[in-house]
């Protein structure tokens, strides 16, 4: 096979910006606070942080840690480390010194790029990894020499050049590292390749229905990967303008939706629950809205009925899957909610997916097991962690860590994370369904059932609510009486508790681990079933 030939035949996350470059041109790409950026803008943009970030003595496959919150800047370092043949390696904004500082270990980085409000965490971490550079990401100085900064590179013609950048990159390279949320151990880091993701981008474009006329908001954070690998990106290269802003603010997100016309949002749960709970909602025109994508934990199906009866123009897109898989794995598609609203529906395109039991079995229609997958969408492995890439891909399947059924037709129905299972007495519950049953009730805003230690049940079903205003007296006692009329008395809460609002982190996801550790030992003696 011809070196040139190759490189014909090549199509990395570079190359496909070049050809958005190449079809889209002059049309709004991207906007952020007051900055517009067209599509040769964009690619232009990342060529030049790309040879800066060259230029400071990185070398192709180095890894780079963005530590900050969305901006123009943000996007522009990804896209600059992807034409360079440099690692990504994105990470929360909320992450603490020692949290940072493990990642920069863990992954080898070569530099840490912050936002100048977070200097002071990112340079204690990197103060305790010696060799690691340093440099920001959007404080807008510095360009051309002395401390790299991403947007003053990026607006910089000096670092403009006919050479050809990344060359040498190829389809199967790593092109990100994403951390997991670590809930079940030590953060493990999701090597993600140029191929695998434009796998995903392409099932995206696809299965979302994404359109050139669309015109999205993007405010979830750009370091989790629904937002940028699920949306932003493969959104970008479907020709679709982007609004970009800081974080997902309901009366921020409400004003432009209306405002700025938009067609296209995603958001977790968490997020449409205090969309709905706003009172902008009801006074704001929102008819402009036709793509509604929800994802990223479950949707309690309350409340998704109640987004489809107050969007009644809006298709409803459930968008299951997991970082490993770049994210996307199932879609429930609009004209398949009425039938199925609590299903997570069928895999996508590039996705094959099974149900199996413990001995990888396919489970009868209407059991209960493990979600496991096939697809070019996949992780590589976990970085610098053989033992768990090894149990991940056991029997050559991916396994997910999700406990699904699936019906006849293919639909499949989460029914919980396995580690949000619990096993009360001996009998397993299923955190979901008591929300759900919970969820049903008026006085109920938001809600999370958690496992806590009991003497005699060994796990007891635990549920910590948020209540709406105006809750009825003896609010507990009530919530019990409704659950009871919903569920078998084994999964009845045996405590319920009222709390003023659920630990979520930025991207929007109920943390049950942090409620886990509140609330471990208050079962004893609780209001419930005996």
Partial sequence: MSETGARARRNTIGDALARAAGRF??????????????????YQAAGRVGRRLLAAGLAPGDRVVAYGRNSDAYLLLWLGCARAGLVHVPINFALTPKEVEYVLRQSGAAL?????????????????????????IDAGTGAGAGEIDILAAALDPAWDSAEPLGEAVRDEDLVQIMYTSGTTGAPKGAMMSHRGLLAEYATCIIELEMAREDRALAALPLYHTAQMHAFTMPQMLAG?????????????????????????????????????????????DLACLQKVYYGASIMPVPVLQELRARLPGARPYNCYGQTEIAPLATVLRPEEHEAR??????????????????????????????VVHRS??????????????????????????????????????????????????????????????LFTHPAVAEVA??????????????AVVVLRADPPPDVEAVLLAHARSLLAPYKLPKRIIIADSLPKNTAGKLLKRELRQLYAGTASGALGAG
């Avoid at 840490?112 to 990894?129: F, K």
């Avoid at 492995?381 to 056991?394: D, H, S, V």
């Avoid at 059932?449 to 635990?462: F, H, L, M, R």
């Fill in 240 to 284: 679709i303008p982007t609004l970009l802003i800081d974080a997902p603010v309901a009366a921020t997100c409400l004003e432009l939706i209306e405002r700025e016309r938009i067609t296209a949002f995603f958001a977790p749960p968490t997020v449409w629950i205090t969309l709905l709970q706003h009172p902008d909602f009801g006074r704001r």
């Fill in 376 to 437: 070019p969408q996949l992780l590589l492995g976990y970085w610098n962690m053989p033992e768990e890439t090894a149990r991940a891909f056991e029997g050559g399947w991916f396994h997910s860590g999700d406990v699904a059924t699936i019906d006849e037709e293919g639909y499949l129905a989460i029914v919980d994370r396995t580690k949000d299972l619990i096993n009360t007495g001996g009998v397993l519950v299923a955190s979901r369904e008591v929300e759900e049953a």
């Fill in 341 to 370: 609203p609590g299903s997570i529906g069928r895999p996508v395109l590039n996705v094959e997916t099974r149900v199996v039991d413990p001995d990888m079995r396919d489970v009868a229609p209407g059991e209960r097991g493990e």
């Fill in 25 to 42: 041109r002059n049309r709004p790409a991207l906007r952020y606070a007051g900055r517009s950026w067209s599509y040769a803008g964009l």
């Fill in 112 to 136: 840490l790029l912050h936002q100048p409000a977070l200097a002071e965490v990112a340079e204690a971490a990197r103060a305790a990894v010696p060799g690691v550079q340093g440099g920001t």
């Fill in 449 to 462: 059932v958690i496992a806590v230690p009991d003497p005699k049940w060994i796990e007891a079903v635990a």
